[in-house]
């Protein structure tokens, strides 16, 4: 079964998506101003970063996860990423078509003053990008490494398990040596009681005889 943090991170995964769906679908469209465009797209960004370093701890979940059900998990981690591609892809088109209407707004602006804040808007929200996408990737960074430990440690327990297996392996086999060599000799000693039992049949069998042979000499020769 999947893990109890793999389930955990799929329901959070899923939520992120679904509400970078719907403000792609809806709330984008009811924007009144070009500020909260902005910042519904941010939005979004900051979702489908979040969903993208979940999709990291959940791809690491998966395999650890035993081989009957890591392809499974997989192919989870798989189609969440195929979906967080595509809303990427929409997201770049948004602020394409954003950049465009500003575009249009400066073209059509007499005011330096106008100009110079949007520009200004614009590096500072190139600044905010920046520093998220930088923490986006040190946090990828952090599981990467994670996931080098987790593989390094996997295979120092593989390798103690192999050493564990062989040695026990050359025990079963010298016990099974030992147990050859107490069968050979319960055998020999099995022959050997054998033997005493029918040379002490034969002593007494002897004995019976003699003893016959000198009652009869003793009562009925004379």
Same mark, same amino acid.
């Given at each position: 079964?999947? +893990?109890?943090?793999?389930? *955990?991170?799929?329901?959070?995964?899923?939520?992120? *998506?679904?509400?970078?769906?719907?403000?792609?679908?809806?709330?984008?469209?009811? =924007?009144?101003?070009?500020?909260?465009?902005?910042?519904?797209?941010?939005?979004?960004?900051?979702?489908?970063?979040?969903? +993208?370093?979940?999709?990291?701890? $959940?791809?690491?979940?998966?395999?650890?996860?035993?081989?009957?059900?890591?392809?499974? $998990?997989?192919?989870?981690?798989?189609?969440?990423?195929?979906?967080?591609?595509?809303?990427?892809?929409?997201?770049?088109?948004?602020?394409?078509?954003?950049?465009?209407?500003?575009?249009?707004?400066? +073209?059509?602006?007499?005011?330096?003053?106008?100009?110079?804040?949007?520009?200004?808007?614009?590096?500072?929200?190139?600044?905010?990008?920046?520093?998220?996408?930088?923490?986006?990737?040190?946090?990828?960074?952090?599981?990467?490494?994670?996931?080098?430990?987790?593989?390094?440690?996997?295979?120092?327990?593989?390798?103690?398990?192999?050493?564990?297996?062989?040695?026990?392996?050359?025990?079963?086999?010298?016990?099974?040596?030992?147990?050859?060599?107490?069968?050979?000799?319960?055998?020999?000693?099995?022959?050997?009681?054998?033997?005493?039992?029918?040379?002490?049949? *034969?002593?007494?069998?002897?004995? =019976? =005889?003699?003893?016959?042979?000198?009652?009869?000499?003793?009562?009925?020769?004379?």
């Amino acid at each position: 079964m999947s +893990s109890h943090k793999f389930e *955990l991170l799929d329901e959070e995964v899923e939520a992120l *998506l679904d509400q970078v769906a719907d403000k792609l679908e809806f709330a984008i469209g009811r =924007c009144k101003s070009q500020e909260e465009r902005k910042r519904i797209l941010s939005e979004i960004e900051r979702s489908l970063n979040d969903a +993208s370093g979940s999709l990291l701890e $959940m791809d690491i979940e998966a395999r650890k996860a035993p081989a009957e059900f890591r392809g499974t $998990m997989a192919n989870k981690v798989q189609r969440y990423q195929n979906e967080v591609t595509r809303y990427q892809g929409r997201l770049e088109q948004e602020r394409s078509s954003q950049m465009a209407t500003r575009a249009a707004l400066f +073209s059509n602006s007499d005011s330096n003053d106008n100009f110079d804040n949007e520009i200004r808007r614009q590096v500072q929200q190139g600044t905010a990008i920046l520093e998220r996408t930088s923490a986006s990737i040190a946090r990828s960074t952090a599981i990467a490494v994670e996931t080098e430990r987790v593989g390094t440690d996997v295979l120092g327990e593989l390798g103690t398990q192999r050493e564990t297996l062989t040695r026990t392996r050359d025990r079963l086999i010298d016990t099974d040596a030992e147990l050859s060599r107490s069968k050979r000799i319960i055998r020999a000693m099995s022959r050997n009681v054998l033997y005493n039992k029918i040379l002490l049949i *034969l002593i007494i069998i002897l004995e =019976c =005889c003699i003893l016959g042979a000198v009652i009869y000499w003793k009562f009925f020769m004379k």
